[in-house]
């Protein structure tokens, strides 16, 4: 066996608008915790935001000369409105099936989210594929978050493996940056919301619809073929869903 052969695969997956189709619910909590703080902030604004750590999301809506002091408040106003859903978050078609699919074939599934402790438990109930997670990485685990490459270069280390052996599944651009920025093979969804261009421009080599569209095609993704060196560059031909 080659050393090649030996090296672990790590399949890298961001979870909210991911695996769990959440990302809106997302926007109305911090719409309306901007909202009750007098700020008026457009919902389209907010869900291009989304995927940014709280601190991030923050300076991106509102910028950096924004009052701090208000962060924790309007974090903490996110959070509970966000949580009155953890009990009902929707999963993704195929997300579960997906993660286990990638198990069975050697793949080390690590979740990479910004999600906080009580949310990711949330997440991870309404995915119900625990029995596929080797292991997850959060922006609290390091200094930066997406769309630094930090939260995946910590992935990495969790799964063992080496980024040019590696895939990372996300739907925002802050995932495709990320990725491409720790020279992992990027793959995009379009079930965020997010147009299939931006995610391309942001370094996805391939974009699917959604995690079921990603598990029909599995074999032809770059999850079937050995991942390339570096994160960059246009989608395969025939690989992405308009």
Not at 52 to 77: I, K, V, Y
Request: charge should be negative; aromatic fraction near 4%; include cysteine.
């Amino acid at each position: 066996m080659s050393r090649v052969d030996r090296e672990n695969r790590a399949a890298l997956f961001d979870v909210d608008g991911t695996l769990a189709d959440t990302n809106h619910l997302h926007i109305a909590s911090w719409w309306e915790a901007l909202r009750q703080a007098g700020h008026s902030v457009p919902m389209h604004a907010i869900h291009r935001a989304i995927g940014l750590p709280g601190e991030d999301l923050l300076a991106h809506l509102l910028g950096e000369g924004r009052d701090r002091s208000e962060d924790a408040a309007l974090s903490a106003a996110h959070d509970t409105l966000y949580g009155t859903y953890f009990d009902r978050l929707p999963r993704l078609d195929a997300a579960d099936e997906l993660l286990r699919t990638l198990d069975r074939r050697g793949w080390r599934v690590v979740l990479v989210t910004s999600a906080g402790s009580a949310e990711l438990d949330a997440l991870r109930r309404a995915v119900d594929a625990d029995d596929a997670i080797t292991a997850t990485a959060s922006s609290d685990d390091v200094e930066r978050g997406k769309p630094a490459p930090d939260p995946v270069h910590h992935a990495l280390e969790l799964a063992g493996a080496p980024a040019h052996r590696s895939v990372f599944v996300g739907d925002t651009v802050w995932d495709m940056k990320a990725g491409t920025r720790a020279e992992v093979t990027c793959v995009g969804l379009l079930c965020g919301g997010i147009p299939l261009l931006d995610l391309e421009e942001a370094g996805a080599r391939a974009v699917y619809r959604d995690p079921s569209d990603l598990l029909d095609r599995l074999d032809q993704s770059p999850f079937g073929v050995e991942p390339a060196r570096t994160g960059t560059g246009r989608s395969p031909e025939g690989s992405h869903a308009r």
